[in-house]
């Protein structure tokens, strides 16, 4: 297992004239919870979608572990692989009850990987993690909006993932909500798995970051700690400033 | 209360064992009755009640003993002598049944005018009851038809009771009633009207009103009061046969709706594509069923009459090979294009069609009717209920089971759930959206396949005849919301009972017209259907 968990090499996505990704290079190590801000349009959810591999890029590559290129990937090979991501908006699966989505997590595909004492074990680890042990009948459509976005994260940590993308996990979140969240981030940090974090509410960032990658128009601003980044002038003339 | 029905059983038993021998005593004299047939007029009259009498009641043997007796007469082949008579077609003594020439001097005896009438209809009643044949005893019954008054009362009934043949046992009964209705006791007329109308059907009714021009309808109060009970009566059961009828034909038709829809309801929901080939789908699995029947024929005569389930798993996995040939080869490069993907599968349906009229010829398909869904039950008024349309129902409830199984309670079935209502989600999580996309639209094909087989009883089976389908089954889809086989099963029950109720009163075509109106009323109110599930894709 290298460090770098994600090196991300000269990547550059176009919508039509539109650049959403411009050259963009950064690497994401194993261990550390990294945050991802810029203002609206600055290419983060982009980033996440040609990692998770639903965006192909027009050039650059994604290279997980080392050595796998994720370009080429279909989404579920991206995800068999260990990437996972949950959406922005909440993508749970209506019509299913809050154990179908960690067990569909957790073993999906045709055939079963855990056998089912293992999955039972492991749903209800995940459900404990979460804090959805009382919801777990309920349908998701039934939830509310934070237990959609911990049943999100929960149904992209069942399968023990390598890489972990949140995409505003505290997006529409109480104050209170938020706070479990952060607290939640935190304890999934592990030394083999690397987080990532899309987020525009910098108190939960600097609650949860150890890094935090400034991105503007598709490049770079600026990388480094929260505390530094409060201090850069670039960062708060595009974003923390207005 | 025990001790009274015990000793009534006591009695009755007694008294059984103590007639038993007198009824025996009683039995048949034949020599007598062969004396008699050999007498004059007045005794051959006698002879002939007698045998009236066995061919309403009496044993079995003496049933038969009697049989050729009327028939020898009629045609003078009963030779009388001092011995008794031979019957001269086979050479048998008429009372022993002995091998024997006729001694001395035969004399053949003549019927009078009077009496030959009464024979013809004695040797039919005992022909009626005792030939071996259904034929025969079919050809007796139509000479019973000739003089319907002259049928001794409770001999209709006894043979109804005795006969094999359902079909002759309902010709039978129905004679009975015209029989009855025209007998010259009053009392016996209003029994047969109160019997009639315990079966009320279209003919009844026909049978029961024309008596309102009968003299006795004026003359007896009580006649009069009868048939208008009966009239009654039977006008009731018709309605209720009707309406019975009715939500049969709704069921039957709303169950090929359904096994229709299931598949495209899949399809649709899972990927968005309009499906237009469908309808060929289906008319392919009839195609297969037809080819299945015709390999047996061929191959294992014994089991062409099970053909329609040999012919099963052969129609779904055909149909599904096809339409995942179509996934695979064509409509997977169109996901993104659904305006792309409804000409595509239009073009490969007009392919198809075209196809097997190149190859089997534009004309109607003969299908065999195997023996289970053939005929039916009456059951009151106008309403049979019949196998053919049974078949289809109970194959439309076991592939619900089996559909609703496999996507409810199967790992292939989640995936198939988790692909409807969340595509970006399914595939970030692994779920390999792909495969699960072929497999689906293979089941989706498979399904209509097997409408095609459950319609091939009920419905013309020609190249053209997916079209028909695939407009309604649409309408399914989308009334029921799309995606969900509960909403499928409700839309496909309402679209169904609604075009019965509505054909009879304006047509079909005003039929398909009106629900047509009301499902885009009532897409007007609810717009994702009955049962939509909440929050599918964009």
Known sequence: MSLTALLVDGLTVRFGSFRALDDLSLAIDYGEVRAIIGPNGAGKTTLLDVISGITRPKQGRVLFDGAIDLTGLSEAAIARAGLRRKFQKPSVFEGLSVRQHIAIGADVGFRARLDAPALEDRIGEVLETVGLVDQSHRLAGELSHGQKQWLEIGMVLASDPKVLMLDEPVAGLTDEETERTAALVRALKRPDRAIVVVEHDMDFVERIADRVTVLHEGRTLFEGSMAHVRADAAVVEVYLGR | ??????????????????????????????????????????????????????????????????????????????????????????????????????????????????????????????????????????????????????????????????????????????????????????????????????????????????????????????????????????????????????????????????????????????????????????????????????????????????????????????????GIALEASLLRHLYKRPLMSLLATWAVSLFLMNLVRVVFGTQNLQFETPFYVTGGVPVIGDFIFTWNRMFAIAFAVVTLALTWGLVRRTPFGLNIRAVTQNRDMAACIGIPTRRVDMMAFGLGSGLAGLAGLALSPIYSVNPQMGQNFIIDAFMVVVLGGVGTIAGTVVAALGIGQINVLIEPLWGAVAAKVIVLLMIIAFLQWRPEGLFAVKGRRK
């Open chain 2, 1 to 322: 209360m025990n001790l009274t029905r015990l000793t009534v059983v006591v009695a009755g038993l007694l008294a059984a064992l103590l007639a038993a021998p007198t009824a025996r005593a009683q039995g048949l004299d034949r020599a007598g009755l062969i004396a008699n047939l050999c007498g004059n007029a007045g005794a051959m009259g006698e002879a002939a009640a007698v045998l009236t009498g066995l061919a309403m009641s009496g044993d079995a043997a003496d049933r038969a003993f009697a049989v050729p007796l009327a028939r020898a007469v009629i045609d003078r082949k009963l030779a009388c002598d001092d011995a008794g008579a031979v019957l001269t077609e086979s050479g048998l003594d008429a009372v022993t049944r002995a091998p024997r020439a006729a001694a001395g001097e035969p004399r053949t005896p003549v019927l009078s005018l009077k009496n030959r009438a009464t024979y013809e209809q004695v040797d039919a009643a005992l022909a009626l009851r005792a030939a071996p044949e259904a034929a025969q005893r079919a050809a007796a019954l139509k000479t019973l038809e000739r003089r319907p008054a002259l049928i001794p009362e409770g001999l209709l009934d006894a043979a109804a009771a005795s006969e094999p043949d359902a079909g002759l046992k309902a010709d039978i009964e129905t004679l009975a009633q015209t029989a009855a209705l025209t007998a010259a006791d009053p009392a016996a007329r209003i029994r047969a009207l109160a019997r009639i109308a315990d079966n009320p059907s279209r003919r009844a009714l026909t049978q029961v009103s024309a008596l309102t021009a009968d003299p006795a309808y004026a003359a007896s109060p009580e006649f009069r009061a009868a048939v208008d009970e009966a009239t009654a009566r039977i006008g009731r059961g018709i309605a209720v046969g009707d309406v019975l009828a009715t939500a049969y034909n709704g069921l039957s038709f709303a169950s090929i709706l359904f096994m229709a829809a299931i598949g495209l309801a899949i399809i649709f929901g899972l990927m968005g594509v309009i499906n237009l080939a469908q309808g060929e789908l289906i008319m392919i699995g009839a195609y297969v069923t037809w080819l299945v029947q015709q390999g047996l024929r061929v191959v294992a005569p014994s089991l062409l009459d099970w053909y329609l389930v040999l012919a099963i798993p052969i129609a779904f996995v055909v149909t599904a090979a096809i």
